[in-house]
């Protein structure tokens, strides 16, 4: 209950927040705190996840359904919200009878830090003019940043404003710097609230408002079957985005607690808080990043927690909706701006540009397409760019020959050895990819040119096809033509730890008997040892060879 409590002081002013960097009014924010919150309390699997409005999310809610509304009308944008949401909802149902956690893996570690950092921006950016006292009428993150330098230039900054505003962001930077037990955000907003009373500032600057008395009924008039199905296909990217948060989020504080969750469980627990959400005048929500973190450290064992911070901001919602009449709009913009700060990962990006260099270059496609193209195309696009350097991966993977060394058991690349030793009439290939019909005349070209190239005259050409993890039709094909090429220069093709699946289907997709069980062996050694015991009883006789019948 204590947790609870803490959490309230969170609860608040981040679901008005990130409301209102939806464009949405910033009461729909505590809509979309307390129904979720009750929701997944019943429903959801993990004992701790707090559920509520995100700022990874805003950006993609407001390119969703503001282009629907008449002028970007917060108002009429909150119903398709609320539409947007219960289809982000049924869709992860869906996807959790299904069985489909697992397509959160579309969205790898590259394209999360690309598409987190460039949503940073744009949140922050888009609550620059809020802090500053002025508004910018644009579309597009440049459009946007151009117009609120012109602003600037042109003096339209407002003092008081400005002055509120940047007071409440350094009060919240400040008190988590100084990791302070009372939450900056807290603070901030309470005086916020009273320096606003006290002096009447309700004139001079904008203030959120006073809250609608009462609980929304479920209602969703004047939506058209057009606006919904424009809605679908950002709901399911809305899904997406939303799961793969929650699902790492859930993961990593049950791992931390000794707990297991089930991801389509937990796909499928979101998908009803969502759809709770949207009925109850919410919208569409996911796992929060940095009010669960504050849930476990406040003592929180249970989704009670979560139950009694739904029950005090509905107790706030009932009894004091005319307190927000106080608040200013430049502190709710200050609380944004730090929650998306939170975003930003500058050394996570150094630290992948050091890793892989293909990799960092995804993640600055994501940032590049989600920051100008837009939130959905961009992490469209990144996910095409991502499926490419898979295949461009698989299509041209690493491939080496293997040599002996003289002080180290097994055989070993002799890219990475030079000073290893070939075995005479031997050659070893090994392949670190699946054959399919992309890389197959790869492979077949490969062997042939180390079988042209060798030294001394080559008797077997050995593969070490642990790594050979798949095969189709096509590569099979490939590997018949070498076959028979290399048995027209006298040379033995066998294969050394292919996997039984594999191995299976080029026996059975080979030609005839070509590829029988004396082809394969357990082990490179043993595929070599094989080779020097047949060398040493047949001599320089190259037309026969026999292998153990291996599983």
């Known amino acids: 209950m204590t947790a609870g409590l803490v959490l309230t002081a969170l609860l608040i002013p981040a679901g008005m927040g990130y409301a209102e960097a939806a464009g949405l009014p910033a009461y729909a924010g505590l809509y979309a705190t307390i129904v979720p919150l009750l929701a997944y309390a019943v429903v959801g699997p993990s004992k701790i996840l707090v559920l509520g409005p995100d700022s990874s999310l805003a950006p993609l809610i407001a390119a969703a359904v503001l282009p629907l509304t008449v002028a970007a009308d917060p108002e009429s944008a909150l119903v398709l919200a609320g539409v947007l949401a219960v289809l982000v ?9 299904l069985r489909l956690g697992f397509v959160t893996e579309l969205l790898s570690k590259p394209l999360r830090l690309g598409y987190l950092n460039a949503i940073a921006l744009i949140v922050i950016v888009g609550q620059l003019p809020k802090l500053l006292g002025f508004s910018v009428d644009a579309s597009g993150l440049l459009d946007e940043l151009a117009g609120i330098v012109g602003a600037v230039l042109d003096g339209d900054v407002d003092p008081t404003t400005a002055l509120v505003g940047g007071v409440s962001l350094a009060v919240i930077i400040g008190l988590k710097v100084l990791h302070s037990k009372v939450p900056g955000v807290l603070v901030a907003v309470g005086g916020a609230m009273v320096v606003a009373f006290a002096i009447d500032l309700t004139d001079d600057i904008d203030m ?49 607690r000794g707990e297991n969750v089930d991801g389509s469980t937990e796909m499928k627990a979101i998908g009803v808080a969502n759809v709770a959400s949207g009925v ?20 929180a064992r249970t989704q009670l927690a979560g139950v009694v911070g739904a029950t005090a901001v509905l107790l706030f919602v009932l009894l004091a909706p005319g307190v927000t009449a106080y608040l200013p709009q430049a502190t709710l913009g200050a609380v944004v701006i730090v929650a998306a700060w939170a975003l930003v990962d500058v050394p996570g990006v150094v630290r992948m540009w050091r890793m892989s260099r293909v990799e960092a270059g995804l993640a600055a496609a994501a940032f590049v397409g989600v920051a100008l193209v837009g939130v959905l195309q961009g992490i469209l696009v990144a996910i095409g760019l991502s499926f490419v350097a898979v295949v461009v991966r698989v299509w041209q993977p690493y491939r080496t020959e293997l040599v002996a060394l003289p002080d180290r058991d097994g055989f070993h690349d002799i890219t990475r050895h030079p000073e290893g ?3 005479p009439g031997l050659v070893l290939v090994r392949f670190d990819a699946p054959l399919f019909f992309a890389n197959g005349e790869i492979f077949d070209s490969y062997v042939r040119s180390l079988v042209n190239d060798s030294a001394s005259p080559v008797e077997w050409v050995v593969v070490a096809a642990e790594p050979i993890i798949g095969l189709d039709t096509t590569a099979v094909d490939e590997v018949v033509d070498l076959d028979r090429y290399l048995e027209s220069q006298h040379v033995r093709l066998v294969f050394a730890e292919m996997k039984g699946p594999v191995k299976d289907r080029l026996v059975r997709f080979g030609v005839g008997d070509r590829f029988d069980t004396s082809r394969f062996y357990p082990t490179i050694e043993a595929a070599v040892s094989a080779f020097e015991q047949r060398r040493r009883r047949h001599g320089d006789d190259r037309s026969e060879g026999d292998g153990p019948e291996t599983s």
Request: charged content about 15%; aromatic content about 8%; glycine content about 18%.
């Open 89 to 97: 909802g049924v869709i992860m149902i869906l996807g959790g009878l």
């Open 280 to 299: 109850f005048g919410g919208f569409p929500i996911s796992a929060s990043g940095s009010r669960t973190p504050v849930a476990e450290e406040s003592g």
């Open 421 to 423: 030793r070939r075995i």
């Open 208 to 256: 959120v408002g006073a809250l609608p008395r009462g609980m929304p009924l479920p209602s969703f008039g004047g939506v058209s079957w057009d606006e919904v199905a424009a809605l679908v296909g950002p709901a399911a990217g809305i899904a997406l985005i939303a799961f793969a948060d929650s699902g790492v989020l859930s993961r990593t504080f049950a791992a931390r």
